[in-house]
């Protein structure tokens, strides 16, 4: 933060102030806001000080901006008489000045003790410059780490809660300055809203959410273990020179500097969700996740914890091994989906691992090679199987699964993996016994396939696959599938008839019935010449006619 020029304001007792002799606005600069106020009435008790106190100071908000003060005793006013002070008021527009700047004025002697000399009532002060305080480590003995860690947790405890009050001693028993040393020791961006203030003050109309109060005699703040716990390890690093990094701005990120490290030789299951979002966002996370069931714990976490979540997306966003292990475990997870039927990782798991569609059946793909198989092609993963052909990966249909029938089924209602499955057929260079059995399983599902897969078949591993798929068909299914075979490239060696039609083992009347409708085609396939096999076809016929109206009483 680079130094601004702060409009500035004095209040006194002269006998000539802005407002008249007496108490009022001696000097302010041009751009003091008139919402803060330019008159006695107006500042209010900003400007309200008891003598005897020696020295009030403080710095508290107004809207977006910030104001910084401090009164102190001052010598007799213009009329001689004793009691007077000195009010000198900062303002800070951006509201980006703290509790350390504050405590830099007054310790740089920056805040006037009284009024310059041949000093005049003006409305043109000059603004005083403000830079950035800067920052060192105090140092610590062992007893004022001691003595520090109580005042330190009641503030920690008050800045949890995210708004109410604190009371802090000025000084500790050895005479180290409370305030300097909390305000050196916390982030800068865990007290950008604090507000401080000397004594018991009357209303000053802060808004801060959080104010802190120096008196002598504090009342003690009630603190939790952890707050206490914090404190100190806050203060035993200041004391080795080590301080949290301003950007720090809540107390989760405080905790992951102060004990990520600790918390990264637990196992997650042994963590709070806060704790494990605070080891996600520290050196150690790479290392950390890959032990054990840790990344399993932390995507489950994720799912119902914003903080985990925020943090996981960070790591794999920072560490590319992060990545590789969330997404390789994601992965897995849908997988194992796939092929086990095991509960599927949490979408949101999906999302931060960045994993697509694509990405999933190309693994699937991948796997198959490797030898896993599909256990069932129900609706879901038949739709991932049609999605991972239309997107062009190469996944072996011949080795999905075990389940030929639903691939059979797939391959024949969906067009992308039916025509996937001819390809990798006629490019298989072999043929085994899976073959043969999808074969028959495809006949089944459609008798097409004789003609969509051609000359892909051998013509000897057709008569088993032939009466293999006619046992298991209807009469109608039957029929097909003999007009398909007695015209397909496998024509002429009566397997129509007799693998298909007779190797059935329909009833008796279903086979006649499918002779009568299909008799010269199936005769001329079983090598019959056409004009005998049409005028045996034809006399049959005329037998069966005859056979039919005798049996209705027509002769």
Not at 99 to 119: H, N, T
Request: proline share 6%.
């Amino acid at each position: 933060m680079s130094g601004r020029a702060c409009p500035q304001a004095l209040y006194t007792s002269a006998s000539r102030t802005l407002e008249g002799p007496g108490f009022g606005v001696y000097a302010h600069s041009v751009d003091w806001p008139a919402e803060v106020g330019r008159t006695r009435k107006a500042l209010g008790a900003l400007v309200g000080f008891r003598p005897e106190d020696g020295e009030a100071y403080g710095i508290l908000s107004r809207g977006a901006g910030r104001l910084l003060y401090r009164a102190v005793a001052a010598r007799a006013d213009g009329f001689g008489r004793p009691g007077n002070y000195l009010v000198h008021l900062l303002w800070d527009e951006t509201g980006r000045l703290g509790v350390r700047e504050l405590l830099a004025l007054r310790r740089a002697g920056r805040f006037l003790d009284a009024l310059p000399e041949d000093s005049a009532p003006t409305a043109d002060l000059p603004p005083l410059r403000v830079t950035v305080a800067d920052r060192a480590a105090p140092v610590l003995a062992p007893d004022e780490v001691d003595a520090l860690t109580p005042p330190l947790a009641g503030l920690l405890a008050t800045l949890a809660a995210g708004s109410g009050s604190c009371a802090l001693p000025v000084r500790t028993a050895s005479g180290r300055e409370v305030a300097e040393v909390l305000f050196a020791v916390l982030p800068r961006g865990l007290t950008s809203g604090v507000s401080l203030h000397t004594g018991t003050r009357e209303d000053l109309g802060d808004t801060a959410p959080v104010e802190v109060r120096l008196t002598g005699a504090p009342a003690r703040t009630a603190v939790a273990a952890h707050d206490t716990e914090r404190a100190r390890t806050l203060l035993e690093a200041a004391s080795k020179a080590e301080l949290a990094p301003d950007e720090l701005a809540d107390l989760r990120r405080l905790d992951a500097w102060l004990f990520a490290d600790a918390w990264a030789e637990q196992d997650a299951a042994g963590l709070s969700a806060d704790q494990v979002a605070s080891v996600l966002e520290s050196s150690a996370a790479p290392r950390w996740l890959t032990r054990g069931g840790n990344a399993a714990a932390v995507l489950d976490l994720a799912a119902d914890s914003p903080p985990v979540e925020t943090a996981l997306r960070a790591a794999v966003d920072r560490w590319p091994a992060v990545a590789e292990l969330v997404r390789g475990r994601v992965l897995a997870a849908l997988l194992d989906e796939v092929f086990d039927g095991a509960a599927g990782p949490a979408e949101l798991a999906v999302e931060v691992a960045g994993i697509g569609q694509a990405d999933l059946c190309t693994a699937l793909a991948d796997e198959v090679r490797r030898g896993r198989r599909i256990p069932r092609l129900d609706r879901a993963t038949g739709l991932l199987v049609e999605q991972a052909l239309a997107l062009g990966v190469d996944l072996p249909l011949l080795r999905l699964t075990g389940q030929t029938w639903e691939l059979a089924l797939l391959a024949t209602r969906r067009e992308v993996v039916g025509d996937a499955l001819v390809r990798q057929w006629r490019s298989s260079g072999g043929w085994t016994a899976e073959h043969g059995e999808l074969l028959g399983h495809l006949l089944v599902a459609d008798p097409g396939w004789l003609a969509r897969l051609g000359d892909a078949v051998p013509v000897s591993a057709l008569p088993p696959a032939l009466r293999w798929a006619a046992l298991r068909m209807d009469v109608a299914g039957v029929e097909e599938l003999a007009a398909a075979v007695a015209t397909g490239a496998g024509a002429g060696r009566g397997w129509a008839l007799r693998e298909v039609v007779f190797g059935s083992e329909l009833p008796a009347h279903d086979v006649d019935r499918v002779l009568g409708r299909r008799l010269e085609l199936l005769l001329v396939d079983d090598g019959w010449p056409p004009e005998l096999a049409q005028s045996f076809a034809r006399s049959r016929g005329a037998d069966e006619s005859s056979r039919r109206r005798r049996r209705r009483g027509d002769a």
